[in-house]
């Protein structure tokens, strides 16, 4: 078994296809609409849906907003600085929510960023990634 993708609800598909591109820099896999059902998905990765684990944008026609609720928690993406990748995303216009800095209780540098629906996105620095949050 392996993890193919985490589903997210969106209420504007291109608004996210645009954030995941271009503020974080993941590609569009493929996309596809069903008119029976009214919905809309966009497959968006670093890498092809073979080689690893990707995000599954659906957006329910007519819906603009969902409640994000108390159990979702974040995605969490693996970069080489974490501090320069923050300004790279500040600067394409995205909205970091928690700067560059060692988690609490531990030295592995995070960060946090949130896309334009709500979602929490967890930046780890690879070379700390594997290590746990509590190092």
Not at 2 to 17: F, P
Not at 22 to 49: C, H, P, T
Not at 67 to 87: K, M, N, Q
């Amino acid at each position: 078994m392996r993890l193919l993708h985490t589903m997210l609800r969106v209420g504007d598909l291109q608004r996210s296809i645009d954030f995941y591109t271009r503020v974080l820099g993941m590609r569009v896999l493929r996309q596809s609409e069903n008119s029976e059902y009214k919905y809309s998905l966009a497959f968006i990765g670093y890498s092809d849906e073979s080689k690893g684990a990707v995000i599954e944008l659906t957006y329910n026609w007519g819906v603009s907003c969902y409640e994000l609720g108390t159990a979702y928690g974040h995605i969490a993406l693996g970069v080489d600085d974490v501090t320069s990748t923050c300004d790279r995303i500040r600067k394409a216009g995205g909205n970091v929510t928690r700067d560059p800095g060692p988690v609490k209780g531990g030295t592995t540098i995070i960060a946090f960023v949130e896309d334009p629906d709500g979602y929490k996105i967890e930046l780890i620095e690879n070379k700390q990634a594997t290590e746990g949050l509590g190092n």
